[in-house]
């Protein structure tokens, strides 16, 4: 089992109050990955000044303190990022071959950026919940590891983070980690190494994101205070052999089965009405109660001054994108939510007139235009393909 670390120097976190693109508040921790235990003391501390998400996170917290349940911390390779958008977004994109930030004057530290998630290989999730599900059987009785096994390693990897569905739209765009940071470090580090610093902490009702900053080396602008990744395998985000990997402390959305080596009545809180007026919890009866649980999310947010933005062309822009079904979500508005089938029809028409207009560019590339024709004999047409 993870040992979760706590922050001795809390109290001197300055825990900022905001919102989402979205219009959902959010506590900010800038230059910090806080680890869960980090997040109870913060939020207890300064419980009388709570928005609306931090008093939720808070109650979801302390209810999952006194049923003993345990996050089992897993490492993921981050090889993939993901952007996934609506059908409007994924459009202006593709039009102008480029990602794009808008000015987000509620969250100044947020101006600038334009944000990707880490996208998690179906392997790597497989081999998580596996190695998971090993850690929880030497805390659960054996009756219960046989009995619920399934159960037990589908509560693993099951948020948001790990979901193929999408809480933003229906369209996404996914590259290859270190293509992008090619691309990053011609246009906008001339040729010189990008920096990968922490960037902070958003707290919503369940979610925990770790911001991970992308920028030039150019020493000069805001960004020179933030700390670095570490190197030494610790804390949620570090770079090992120049590969970046995560290890979150939870990957749940909830919970199926009790994780606790005593798993009696007294690890059952109020309010429970059947222990109440029985004075025994059903709940341990049926280990199959849900508890919600909070989670991590890792976001890489890309610095792009000056409007620039970070260009693609047509061509990846398309092998890259995907369908995505829409999961429940508020965070997308009801009008812009399309089937899956509807996107991927949109995508494969897409492509369709891409190919069309391919195919009609070089073929006039071969034939050359009229006018251009001369009396004598042209040389040999494969002289124009060398």
């Given at each position: 089992m993870a040992v979760l670390s706590t922050s001795r120097d809390f109290r001197n976190m300055e825990l900022?109050?905001?919102?989402?693109?979205?219009?959902?508040?959010?506590?900010?921790?800038?230059?910090?990955?806080?680890?869960?235990?980090?997040?109870?003391?913060?939020?207890?501390?300064?419980?009388?000044?709570?928005?609306?998400?931090?008093?939720?996170?808070?109650?979801?917290?302390?209810?999952?303190?006194?049923h003993s349940f345990e996050h089992i911390r897993q490492e993921f390779p981050v090889h993939r990022l993901q952007h996934v958008t609506d059908m409007s977004s994924m459009e202006g994109i593709y039009d102008e071959e480029r990602f794009k930030t808008t000015m987000r004057a509620i969250r100044p530290q947020f101006r600038d950026l334009v944000?990707?998630?880490?996208?998690?290989?179906?392997?790597?999730?497989?081999?998580?919940?596996?190695e998971s599900f090993k850690e929880a059987k030497e805390v659960l009785p054996?009756?219960?590891?046989?009995?619920?096994?399934?159960?037990?390693?589908?509560?693993?990897?099951?948020?948001?983070?790990?979901?193929?569905?999408?809480?933003?739209?229906?369209?996404?765009f996914s590259f290859h980690f270190f293509d992008l940071l090619s691309l990053y470090q011609t246009q906008h580090c001339g040729g010189e190494k990008p920096q990968l610093r922490i960037l902070g902490t958003d707290l919503y009702k369940q979610e925990i994101v770790?911001?991970?900053?992308?920028?030039?080396?150019?020493?000069?602008?805001?960004?020179?205070?933030?700390?670095?990744?570490?190197?030494?395998?610790?804390?949620?985000?570090?770079?090992?052999d120049e590969?970046?990997?995560?290890?979150?402390?939870?990957?749940?959305?909830?919970?199926?089965?009790?994780?606790?080596?005593?798993?009696?009545?007294?690890t059952c809180h109020p309010p429970c009405n059947f222990y109440k007026e029985e004075g025994y919890c059903i709940h341990l009866r049926d280990t199959e109660y849900k508890v919600l649980s909070v989670w991590n999310h890792l976001v890489f947010a890309?610095?792009?001054?000056?409007?620039?933005?970070?260009?693609?062309?047509?061509?990846?822009?398309?092998?890259?994108?995907?369908?995505?079904?829409?999961?429940?979500?508020?965070?997308?508005?009801?009008?812009?939510?399309?089937?899956?089938?509807?996107?991927?029809?949109?995508?494969?028409?897409m492509k369709s007139d891409f190919g069309r207009?391919?195919?009609?560019?070089?073929?006039?590339?071969?034939?050359?235009?009229?006018?251009?024709?001369?009396?004598?004999d042209p040389p040999p047409r494969c002289a124009y393909l060398r």
């Open positions: 900022q109050n905001s919102f989402s693109s979205k219009k959902s508040p959010v506590h900010f921790v800038e230059g910090r990955h806080l680890s869960i235990a980090d997040v109870f003391n913060i939020l207890t501390e300064m419980s009388s000044t709570l928005n609306e998400s931090g008093k939720k996170m808070l109650e979801t917290l302390k209810n999952m303190k006194p944000f990707w998630s880490a996208e998690i290989a179906p392997e790597d999730i497989r081999e998580a919940r596996k054996s009756w219960m590891a046989r009995k619920y096994g399934k159960k037990i390693k589908d509560q693993f990897a099951n948020s948001p983070a790990f979901d193929k569905s999408s809480r933003y739209g229906n369209f996404k770790h911001y991970i900053l992308v920028h030039s080396p150019d020493q000069s602008h805001q960004f020179r205070n933030l700390k670095n990744i570490q190197t030494d395998g610790h804390g949620s985000v570090y770079l090992r590969a970046v990997y995560w290890a979150p402390e939870s990957t749940s959305i909830y919970l199926n089965v009790k994780i606790a080596e005593d798993p009696g009545p007294k890309f610095h792009l001054p000056n409007h620039r933005g970070l260009e693609i062309k047509k061509e990846q822009l398309l092998n890259s994108l995907t369908a995505c079904a829409i999961a429940e979500s508020p965070l997308i508005d009801e009008y812009k939510r399309l089937e899956e089938k509807a996107a991927k029809d949109i995508i494969r028409k207009q391919k195919r009609k560019r070089s073929s006039q590339a071969l034939n050359g235009p009229a006018k251009t024709r001369r009396t004598q």
